[in-house]
């Protein structure tokens, strides 16, 4: 059975910084694309980052980039997602997604398994 179970939300004043965390069973994350997603109520679900099968090739939405880092550890097969200089815009629910074929990363249609989520808020 796969289960992703993300951890590290919470919340920050604008500025500050959180790490989420993805833990992968069931599945080997080096094999897969694994990407951050987030949805605020009412939105769409929106991709943030992802990370390619093997070389680990990264990719990011442009309101994130140069803030987020999207990593991933083999050996403990979970996945990062560094935040940094947080704004109250990135207030959302953070879900990790897990898909084998992927043509478009930020395609939440294309992921065969989620996370249930951590609430991330960002306060001004």
């Known amino acids: 059975q796969v289960q992703l179970v993300e951890s590290g939300g919470g919340s920050v004043q604008a500025g500050g910084s959180l790490r989420l965390s993805c833990a992968v069973s069931?599945?080997?994350?080096?094999?897969?694309?694994m990407t951050w997603f987030r949805q605020v109520p009412g939105q769409e679900r929106e991709g943030v980052a992802a990370?390619?099968?093997?070389?680990?090739?990264?990719y990011y939405d442009d309101s994130v980039q140069g803030r987020f880092t999207i990593s991933r550890d083999n050996a403990k097969n979970t996945l990062y997602l560094q935040m940094n200089n947080l704004t109250p815009e990135d207030t959302a629910i953070y879900y990790c997604?897990?898909?084998?074929?992927?043509?478009?990363?930020?395609?939440?249609?294309?992921?065969?398994?989620w996370g249930q989520g951590t609430q991330v808020t960002v306060s001004s």
């Open positions: 990370v390619s099968p093997g070389v680990g090739k990264t």
């Open positions: 069931g599945y080997t994350a080096l094999y897969c694309w």
């Open positions: 997604a897990a898909g084998a074929y992927v043509g478009n990363w930020a395609g939440r249609g294309q992921y065969n398994y």
